[in-house]
């Protein structure tokens, strides 16, 4: 609670960018304790923007979420906005 009492939204930008393996796995295993330890608390959402898959993969088993949002560009360059299920990715 670093920032504000009983904040319910963390909202990360790239979290592992400059990160190796090792850490990369870490910060997944430590993001994935602060979702079990939130999961209680109504308010909570976690946002994350990356472009890590393998990052994806590790925090984004199916029991902490059942879906996740991807963009990507169409062919006409426009930003799409894809609804995914976990189990499928």
Do not use: M
């Amino acid at each position: 609670e670093t920032f504000c009492l009983n904040c319910g939204i963390l909202a990360l930008d790239e979290p592992t960018t400059n990160l190796d393996h090792a850490n990369v796995e870490s910060f997944a295993r430590a993001l994935n304790e602060i979702i079990q330890q939130r999961r209680a608390q109504s308010n909570f959402q976690l946002i994350v923007i990356t472009h890590d898959e393998p990052f994806v993969q590790l925090v984004g088993r199916a029991e902490n979420a059942d879906y996740f949002y991807r963009v990507r560009k169409n062919e006409q360059q426009h930003s799409v906005v894809e609804r995914q299920a976990i189990a499928d990715f």
